[in-house]
């Protein structure tokens, strides 16, 4: 019998499918992996920005997990947009009751357009709740801001917010630079034994919209198949960036990256 490797997505629903579960499945998919999705909010959203956001009520959000892990036991986890402080929490409380691995957390906060997708009481209930059981987690320069407090201009400040998030309790820290105005992009892995800098030519496009979930949606997926995690981390930067460079050009503002390439 054939046997795939899986792996489960909790996170929002994108109705344009540029990022959230929709997005997380497709990059899943274009590593052979089996993906799954338990939904924590429906965004009605697009290439343009967020019109509105629906949260899936509690006793409904546990049956979802439950119903997964239950009979499919995920390989991999990654999680992005956290709406509510208690759905941390009880992803956590499965993690620890299932013994469930490689978890990948991206602290999702706001979205490519700057609309707020998680309160502070759920960014605040993720670090307590999600980051002591991660392997690890995958902030973008805006989002490491908002957690550590430090303004983040350069690879310097990007290292001294990268140690402090490590020092909230994580294993590995990836902070993504994207947001830097740098002509290189720059991509850094935070452990307590290494550092490593991931530097990737700019491409002029405004088609980015999910990158952030794709990229962790990658590493969970390469760790679902055994990968070590640097080499993990390393085989999804290099496939965001293909998949930048071959964006499509759909809607009418941020398109979506090339999740098939």
Do not use: W
């Amino acid at each position: 019998m054939n046997k795939i490797s899986t792996a489960l997505s909790i996170a929002g629903i994108d109705t344009s499918g540029g990022a959230g579960v929709f997005a997380d499945i497709k990059t899943f998919s274009a590593f052979g992996v089996y993906g799954m999705g338990v939904v924590t909010a429906i965004t009605a959203q697009n290439t343009c920005g967020v019109l509105g956001v629906k949260n899936i009520e509690r006793k409904f959000f546990i049956e979802q997990l439950k119903a997964v892990i239950e009979d499919i036991k995920p390989d991999s986890i990654k999680t992005g947009m956290i709406s509510q402080p208690q759905q941390a929490y009880e992803v956590a409380k499965v993690i620890v009751e299932y013994k469930l691995k490689n978890i990948v957390i991206d602290p999702v906060i706001c979205s490519k357009h700057n609309n707020i997708l998680t309160p502070k009481n759920s960014v605040k209930s993720i670090i307590e709740n999600l980051f002591p059981v991660s392997d690890i987690v995958t902030p973008n320069i805006p989002e490491a801001e908002f957690i550590t407090g430090i303004k983040i201009k350069n690879l310097d400040h990007m290292i001294k917010a990268a140690e402090k998030i490590y020092r909230l309790g994580i294993k590995n820290v990836l902070l993504k630079g994207g947001h830097l105005k740098e002509k290189k992009l720059v991509d850094l892995f935070y452990s307590q034994n290494q550092i490593e800098i991931f530097e990737n030519v700019r491409i002029e496009t405004k088609n980015t919209h999910g990158t952030g979930c794709a990229l962790s949606a990658a590493i969970a997926a390469n760790l679902s198949k055994g990968l070590k995690l640097i080499d993990a981390v390393d085989l999804s930067i290099n496939y965001i960036h293909l998949a930048i460079k071959k964006s499509f050009n759909i809607g009418k503002g941020c398109g979506p990256i090339n999740h098939f390439v």
